[in-house]
């Protein structure tokens, strides 16, 4: 979360995108895997960089450890891979283990943030300026991989974030792969296309997920190698190359795109809570919808998804005028 401030642990407010990691506690050695060490050209803050790709605290595919470490699961086009990422002397160091990992370090600088200028952004409004100031180490991530986004947006789509990362959390520990090399704990690498559509249909009722999301991810993987091919395109036109699949919208392909390509400009519509948030912390409008947001939004144009994760990393939030939407697991129906 942003600063001293604790927003509400809505799902747009935890896509601020944000995890703590630690000091310095001492670790146990590791059994060496290829290494690459890279120098940011500006100040990075791991923490911020990479949170969005965590699916709620307990995802099987990412961990922080004690002693300052970033622990990532994938399933890159070269196989399954970990990595880890610390800081190390004045730079980054990633560690790398499994068939994948290669293709992790080369892609190793994008996903901090290396392909991101946050110097071409320029801040409008005080309250933008002043988290900027505090949370100088703010560059978008770029992971290169369209599906690890994809299927997890997809689930959540209209529920709460406690469902999504609970049907995440099941499906990835019961039929993904445990992760290769020392990691810390129990961690897996995300199913693979096949893997995701032999999932049985009483599986996803167990894991909460309804038959319209999972229909929609059952249709994603059968066409999983052009998705990802949408990886090498520009984020408008890999948006529209998702969009075709029945079941992925706007707020879908903008959420997969933020994180997949780091891109700056690609705000979500269509958010439950967005809209209000960013109408009330650069508009005093608390009733704000996604015209008002994106009306708020305009002068930072070409980079207005950064601009709305510093919205929600300043914390500024509206009070709640109604309760919280009520959890539904149809695991138990």
């Known amino acids: 979360m942003a600063g001293r401030f604790t927003p509400r642990p809505t799902r747009t407010t935890v896509r601020g995108g944000h995890v703590a990691v630690g000091g310095s506690v001492p670790r146990q050695a590791a059994k060496p895997g290829r290494v690459r060490d890279w120098v940011p050209d500006g100040p990075l803050d791991l923490g911020l960089v990479l949170g969005p790709l965590r699916r709620g605290p307990g995802d099987p595919t990412f961990r922080t450890t004690p002693d300052g470490s970033v622990w990532r699961t994938a399933l890159t086009p070269a196989g399954p891979g970990t990595l880890r990422v610390r800081a190390a002397g004045g730079g980054v160091r990633g560690e790398a283990w499994g068939p994948g990992a290669e293709w992790l370090l080369e892609r190793f600088p994008e996903l901090l943030g290396a392909a991101d200028d946050p110097s071409a952004f320029v801040p409008r409004h005080r309250l933008v300026a002043l988290t900027r100031h505090r949370r100088p180490g703010l560059r978008l991530t770029r992971s290169g991989l369209v599906l690890e986004s994809l299927i997890p947006s997809i689930l959540e789509q209209k529920v709460t974030t406690d469902e999504a990362y609970r049907a995440w959390r099941l499906l990835v520990r019961k039929f993904g792969e445990p992760a290769p090399g020392p990691v810390p704990g129990p961690m897996y690498v995300m199913p693979g296309p096949r893997k995701w559509a032999l999932i049985p249909s009483w599986e996803w009722h167990r894991a909460g997920v309804d038959n319209k999301r ?16 949408a990886a090498g395109m520009e984020p408008g036109a890999a948006r529209a190359r998702l969009e075709v699949v029945p079941g992925v919208g706007p707020w879908t392909s903008a959420e997969t795109v933020q994180r997949s390509h780091g891109a700056a400009d690609e705000v979500t519509v269509g958010d439950l809570h967005l809209p209000r948030i960013v109408g009330w912390a650069l508009g005093g409008d608390r009733d704000a919808d996604d015209s008002v947001m994106l009306s708020l939004l305009e002068p930072y144009a070409g980079q207005r998804h950064r601009a709305a994760r510093l919205v929600l990393l300043s914390g500024r939030v509206p009070g709640r005028r109604a309760p919280k939407m009520p959890r539904w697991d149809i695991g138990e129906l």
């Open 214 to 229: 999972a229909s929609t991810i059952l249709r994603a993987v059968r066409v999983a190698g052009r998705l990802e091919e």
